[in-house]
């Protein structure tokens, strides 16, 4: 029958005293009945506690602190474009545009007289065009609560008549043509010197355009256009405009091929829009006015 051995009597020494087994009983993380009683930093971090506080609830509330970085596995998209158009540049275009109808009252009063007095119908043209598209990036190819995404919010479009009415309601929406027979004799004047595009003023007073910008386009022909060139939609980004810098390097459209020429001086025009990039714009389209560049 084997013996037991009698465990040897070990009188701690001065490093042992120095373990955290041997800290005195009021350090200890024992309970009481007031609760979890206060442990010394020092103890709980060689035991790995996390503190007296974290230990007070329960084991599972515990948080572990760790050294990897954080991840964000939700993309935020930002809650507004970033090519969205600068607030003084708006102040600048309404501006322009209430100081431009005080000055050209006289001449849209001459004007509405000698349409009046030269072919039957209204003065002002109205027709629907494709304005500003406010939706986020992200959802800026389509909307499930419309039936049709039509790339903006339409809004009405005023214009000089320039051609006659009974043919321009009978007509679909298509690009007008040089030496149209659908024009007036005083409409053809006033294409070329583009004062046609002047009761458009009180679209940007209105807040629909501004002085400065791509043009807006007719619902059915955007639509069109949008299948065919990609990234058309992204000029809706910004008000469109009675002129812009797409209009004073090129004429009006003809083709698919020249309104990708014009995407492309629109999309420039957006990246680098600001107040004076507007300013200037409206410097140079004075001379393509008068000396009736790209008009007929």
Known sequence: MRRGVAAIP???????????????????????????????????????????????????????????????????????????????????????????????????????????LTSRGPVLFRQTRIGLDRRALSRAGGNTRRRLDQGGRPFTMYKFRTMHVATAQRDPQIWAQPDDARVTSIGRVLRKLRLDELPQLFNVLRGNMNIVGPRPEQ??????????????????????????????????????EDVRRKLAYDLEYIRRQSAIEDLRIMLRTIPVILLRRGGW
């Open 219 to 256: 619902p059915a022909i955007f639509v069109y256009l949008r299948e065919q060139i990609e990234g058309y939609q992204r000029r809706q980004r910004v008000r469109p405009g009675i002129t812009g810098w797409a209009q004073v390097n090129q004429g009006y459209d003809q083709s698919v």
């Open 10 to 116: 070990h009188a701690p020494n001065a490093r042992d005293m120095t373990a955290p087994r041997y800290v005195p009983r009021r350090h200890s993380n024992r309970w009481t009945p007031n609760g979890l009683t206060k442990v010394d930093p020092r103890t709980a971090r060689a035991h790995g506690l996390p503190n007296a506080a974290a230990m007070a609830a329960t084991s599972l509330d515990i948080e572990i602190e760790t050294a990897r970085p954080s991840i964000d596995l939700v993309h935020l998209v930002p809650r507004r474009p970033r090519d969205r158009e600068r607030r003084l540049r708006r102040v600048l275009n309404t501006a322009v545009a209430a100081v431009a109808l005080v000055v050209a009252s006289p001449l849209l009063l001459l004007i509405a007289v000698l349409i009046k």
